[in-house]
């Protein structure tokens, strides 16, 4: 998997960003050699920006995003 480990006030985006962000984006450079990757996306945290009016999908803190890789 990978793991994430966020400095104070930083977060990434879930797969499903809400109003705003970008999700992370896993690529493996040589795609010859595996068939498939999955992302077991962990259950984000919600945070309403008041002063925007926005609704976004985050983690913060520390995630792992477990991968499966099929060769």
């Known amino acids: 998997g990978l793991?994430?480990?966020?400095?104070?006030?930083?977060k990434i985006?879930?797969?499903y960003p809400g109003n705003s962000?970008?999700?992370p984006k896993v690529e493996l450079?040589?795609?010859?050699?595996?068939?498939?990757?999955?992302?077991s996306w962990p259950i984000?945290?919600?945070?309403?920006?008041k002063e925007f009016d926005?609704?976004?999908r985050?983690?913060?803190?520390q995630v792992v995003l477990?991968?499966?890789i099929y060769l």
């Open 13 to 15: 985006y879930w797969i």
């Open 21 to 23: 962000g970008s999700p």
């Open 29 to 39: 450079k040589d795609r010859k050699t595996y068939k498939s990757l999955n992302i």
């Open 3 to 10: 793991h994430f480990n966020l400095a104070k006030d930083w």
């Open 58 to 61: 985050v983690y913060t803190n």
């Open 44 to 49: 984000p945290e919600e945070l309403y920006e």
């Open 54 to 56: 926005l609704i976004t």
């Open 66 to 68: 477990p991968i499966e």
